[in-house]
Each structure stands twice: as C-alpha cells, then as structure tokens.
C-alpha cells in the first residue's frame, strides 16, 4: 500500500491552499461587493431594515429609494433612527454621475497623447466597441427573444434591440476612467483612446 504523505507536505499543502482561498477572498471581497451584502443582508432582515428605512416601505422592496423620498420624516412611526444615513447614501449616490463626468472632463481636458497609444490599438479597441460589441449586444438580444425567455409584445420588441444598441455601441470613458484611476492605469493612454 502506498505511505501517506509526510506531515510536513501536508503542512505544506494546508498552508498553499489557505493563502490561495485568503487572496482569492480578498480579490472577491472588494468595498462595493462587501456593500452590496451588507445592503442585501440590511434588507431581507426585517428588524435591520425598520432601523434604515421608514417603516411605510416595508411593504415594497423594489421602490425603497422612491419610498424614503415619499415618506415624511417626523410623521409618526415613519423617522427611523439611522434614516439620516440612508438620506445621506442616496444623496452620495446622486453624486455619483456627476463627479465621475468631472474626472472624464479632467482627464480629457489637456487632449489626447498619442504616443501614449499606437495606432493599431486605436483601430482595434474603436472595431471592437464600434462593431464588434453591438454584434455581440444584438445576438445576444436575438437569441433571448427567439428562445421565448423574454415574451415582449410588439410595441415593446424593437425598442430593446435598440437600448442594446446604443448600450453597447456608445463610449465608455466614464467606466474608463474611473477603472483607470482606482488601477493605477495608465491615464495618458486610456484617455487618449
């Protein structure tokens, strides 16, 4: 029968698979990734939710952002005692647009440099986003409605295929951008691209 193998490569094994699951978790576990599960856990668990949010949306989880608007604080039973902090993230979220269009423009404003991209990777990433990206939006469109997953009545049909148009045929220097700043990128490049 085969020996088992020694403690030591065991050991060894154990430790290699541990610093591989505490790279990958913290890889996966990003700030907005961690947010999103405290956010979800916030909202399926009743009592965390009746403290963030008031108490006349508990009925209706899809429109929370529209019922916090509705519901007047100081009416009774409605001011929950962290809804301060929920105002305050919707007002960040609102900003969210805007200061990212004013990094586009800050790092669009001295103009493109063009040796910081060769032209064959202009080319390429304009046929990609121009052509090739569309292609694939559309196809993939097709094939959802054709399967039947998607059962859309006519007037509503053609305007999905062109919201999957124009979402993957448009620019996307704003995602560019911020990608790049929060990478360490290259920002010479990516905004001359």
């Given amino acids: 029968p085969p020996l088992p193998p020694p403690p030591s490569a065991v050991r060894t094994a154990l430790r290699e698979a541990w610093h591989f699951l ?12 961690v947010a999103t599960l405290i956010g979800a856990a916030c909202g399926v668990t009743p009592p965390l939710r009746r403290l963030l ?4 949306s508990d009925s209706d989880a899809a429109q929370v952002a529209e019922s916090v608007r509705e519901c007047e604080v100081g009416e009774e039973g409605v001011d929950p005692p962290l809804g301060w902090l929920v ?17 586009l423009g800050a790092s669009l404003a001295k103009g493109p440099n063009w040796q910081a991209v060769t032209p064959g990777v202009i080319v390429t990433v304009c046929l990609c986003k121009m052509l090739l990206m569309p292609l694939v939006g559309l196809t993939t ?14 007037p509503w049909d053609e ?18 951008i911020v990608l790049s700043e929060q990478a360490g990128g290259d920002r010479a490049a990516l905004s001359t691209i």
């Avoid at 305007?159 to 560019?176: E, K, R, S």
């Fill in 22 to 33: 505490g790279d990958l978790a913290r890889q996966a576990l990003v700030p907005p990734v």
């Fill in 159 to 176: 305007p999905l295929y062109l919201a999957a148009l124009v979402v993957t045929c448009t620019p996307t220097a704003n995602n560019i």
């Fill in 87 to 103: 105002s305050g993230m919707l007002k960040l979220g609102a900003a969210a647009v805007p200061i990212n269009l004013i990094l």
């Fill in 141 to 154: 469109v097709y094939l959802i409605d054709r399967s039947g997953l998607l059962q859309l009545e006519s």
């Fill in 53 to 56: 949010l008031p108490s006349c």
